[in-house]
């Protein structure tokens, strides 16, 4: 019996179940940016110059979700994530350097990751709570 009970003392026990159930309202928050922000910016590309300026802001958006995982995976499960590479110099002109900024693979990668984030978070959250329950 004492087997059995004795994970529920640790302290990473809890933290790594936080960090799961948190993974419901962080999934919630970056599939309504990465969304808007793509819809919005892909929608006034054809009507305004204004949707790159968006799309860009989205683009830049991934590495700040990127940067807040990375913290929230140190924070809560002690896992130190290396960060991206930087950003590729801008060639002198606005075009070239608004180019390069939508040619961001982290950015892109982190705007993948925001959209996986609601149906894992909506998963982990049900799965921790359940098992907690049981």
Partial sequence: MKRLFAPLVHARTWSESLHLLLDLPFGIAWFTIVVTGLSVGVGLVVVALVGVVVLVATVAMGRVISAVERARAKALLGLAVAPPAPRAEAEAGSWRRVRTMLHDPPGWKALGYGLIMLPVGILNFT????????
């Fill in 127 to 134: 799965l921790v709570i359940t098992m907690w329950s049981v």
